[in-house]
Every structure is written in C-alpha cells, then in structure tokens.
C-alpha cells in the first residue's frame, strides 16, 4: 500500500540495537511532536532469515532451521512491539509497522520504493571503519542506494 495522497511517508528502520530506537525517538521528537505531523510512519524493521545466520555451517545445519528461525522471530517481535511502545508516547495519528525478512539494507531501500518515502532514517552504529568493511554498513548502503534523502542519526556519545 503505497502513502496516501498529499501526505509524504517518512521511514525509519529499526534493529534491536539502543542506536535504532535512539534514531526512532530522535525522529518522533522533531517530527512527530503534534497532533497532525506532515509525514506518514512507517517503521520498518529486517529479520535475517534462517539460512543467513546459520551459513555455511555443515551438514546438520539443517536440524538447527527451525529452532534459529523460532528465535529470530521471537526477537523481530519484541523488536516491533518496542517500537509501538516508543511511538505510543507521542502524537503519531499515521504510523505503520512493517516485518519484513532479508538483508536491511535491500529491505529499507524497497521500503522507501514502495511507500514512495520522501525521507529514511537509520541509526548509526558508530562502527570503525574495520568493522563497517567487514559487517557492511547499512546506513552506508543506503545513503548510496535509497532514492530519496536519507537521515543518519548518531547517538551522543556517553560522558564518563
């Protein structure tokens, strides 16, 4: 279902990580504070399916399936509903939740096709460049990929 008409969709993925739901409620706060925002929601959130996070493991990673599958859907649940808690504390009268398997960064650049999504938002992990040469940097990725303008929040830093 594509955004409705004279409203442009905003879109926001989420993980199960403090810096998703920090990019969540910074995006809740600057646009989402009144009664009547300018923007649709739409939360999207990606579950890795089975067979990418068993890999390449051998012969019985078939026995395994079922039981990984069971945990990541347990997880994208919780994941959702944490969502609905974060956005219950605001003004949010057009929000959609979405559960969709597959790599996140494919999974939000479809996203903002198929809701026709004027912006993006991601958290940032904070990674080094190491670690996003090795995982593959979402944000990254859809800074270059998404066709629409793509918001990337960072989380301050904690002073000790």
């Not at 990580?17 to 409620?25: D, P, R, V």
């Not at 399936?65 to 945990?71: A, C, G, M, Q, R």
């Not at 939740?97 to 992990?125: F, M, T």
Request: charged share 20%.
């Amino acid at each position: 279902m594509a955004a409705e008409v004279g409203k442009p969709a905003m879109v926001v993925g989420i993980d199960d990580s403090e810096h998703s739901f920090y990019a969540l409620q910074w995006t809740l706060r600057r646009f989402f504070s009144v009664a009547d925002s300018t923007f649709k929601l739409v939360v999207v959130h990606s579950k890795p399916s089975p067979a990418s996070v068993v890999g390449l493991a051998g012969p019985g990673a078939a026995d395994v399936l079922p039981f990984v599958e069971s945990d990541l859907k347990k997880i994208a649940l919780l994941v959702i509903e944490k969502a609905k808690d974060v956005c219950s504390a605001f003004l949010v009268g057009d929000i959609q939740y979405e559960l969709v398997e597959g790599d996140p960064r494919n999974a939000l650049c479809e996203a903002v096709e198929k809701h026709q999504a004027e912006i993006l938002v991601v958290g940032s992990h904070g990674y080094g460049v190491i670690k996003r040469v090795v995982l593959g940097s979402v944000s990254d990725h859809c800074a270059h990929h998404a066709q629409c303008t793509v918001m990337i929040v960072k989380k301050p830093k904690q002073k000790h």
